[in-house]
């Protein structure tokens, strides 16, 4: 079941995080959040001009909103609901990019491999903590943003961890 957790502008404005901290703070609590594997949605209720023609990730503020987001949950594109876009809109809030009206975003290849590489570590860990296996729940999400992960890699990173 998806759930989606509204955005406006006030709370974009003030860096206020309690839409989500509502919703997903709760989880943690009674230790469930690993019931809500890609759920979440955003619904974005920002007024703009009608005729500005940026996207959603152009806007400082709401991209500043995202960032502070990702602070505090680094590991959210667990919950993200990848089927409807929402794990490539949470990455253009986060990462470098060119929008193109015919080609689409066009990431900065190596801001999106720090990106891609900076989660896959944190949700690695993340999810060992939750005692869920993750390799390919993260060769998934690499693989939705371009990149396909070696089970090396992954050795590696186990390795580490123990």
């Known amino acids: 079941m998806t759930l989606t ?4 502008a006030p709370c ?11 919703v997903v703070d709760p989880w943690l609590a009674n230790g469930t959040i690993t019931e809500h594997e890609h759920t979440l949605q955003f619904a974005i209720d920002l ?5 500005d023609p940026r996207e959603w990730s152009e806007i400082p503020e709401l991209r500043l909103w995202f960032i502070r987001l990702d602070s505090c949950y680094p590991w959210l594109p667990f919950l993200l609901d990848w089927r409807s876009g929402e794990l ?12 193109q009206r015919v080609e689409g975003i066009r ?12 989660k896959v ?7 060992q903590q939750q005692g869920l296996p993750s390799r390919n729940r993260l060769k998934a999400m690499a693989q939705l943003l371009g990149y396909e992960l070696e089970d090396a890699f992954f050795e590696l990173l186990e390795r580490r961890s123990a």
């Not at 974009?12 to 509502?22: C, E, F, G, K, T």
């Not at 007024?47 to 005729?51: G, K, V, W």
């Open 121 to 127: 570590c944190v949700l690695h860990d993340w999810l």
């Open 12 to 22: 974009i404005d003030a860096l206020d995080l309690a839409p989500v901290r509502q």
């Open 47 to 51: 007024p703009r001009a009608p005729d």
């Open 88 to 99: 490539a809109r949470y990455a253009a809030m986060l990462v470098p990019h060119q929008f």
């Open 107 to 118: 990431y900065n290849p190596e801001a999106l491999e720090i990106f891609v590489m900076h």
């Open 5 to 8: 957790i509204p955005l406006t």
